[in-house]
């Protein structure tokens, strides 16, 4: 078992930056690939980023690739999200989730989920 708690969303002008936090519990989230999505008012979940357990990994959607970076401290038990050049359009609330395997883009594959941190990006 796995618990995920995000912090650091917040508002921002567009072209400012953010940084993402998720804290886990449990002895065993070393063992998991972590991923981050987002969703917008009216849409759907969707994939932005993920790591591979040792954190030798990263794999990201075309949106946010060259501007976001994912990284983790297993130490820490803590995956993190730096956000740049924000958008209007980067405007979600993000969810930092667990899987078992990597890399997986689908929401399906991913066992244990955060309650979400919102951002907002103004123009």
């Known amino acids: 078992q796995v618990q995920l708690v995000e912090s650091g969303g917040g508002l921002v002008q567009a072209g400012g930056s953010l940084r993402l936090s998720c804290a886990a519990s449990?002895?065993?989230?070393?063992?998991?690939?972590m991923g981050w999505f987002r969703q917008a008012p009216g849409k759907e979940r969707e994939f932005v980023t993920t790591i591979t357990w040792s954190g030798g990994n990263t794999y990201y959607a075309d949106s946010v690739k060259g501007r976001f970076t994912i990284s983790r401290d297993n130490a820490k038990n803590s995956v993190y999200l730096q956000m740049n050049s924000l958008k209007p359009e980067d405007t979600a609330v993000y969810y930092c989730?667990?899987?078992?395997?990597?890399?997986?883009?689908?929401?399906?594959?991913?066992?244990?989920w955060g309650q979400g941190t919102q951002v907002t990006v103004s123009s």
């Open positions: 989730a667990a899987a078992r395997r990597y890399p997986v883009t689908l929401v399906s594959a991913y066992d244990y």
């Open positions: 449990g002895r065993t989230f070393s063992s998991y690939a």
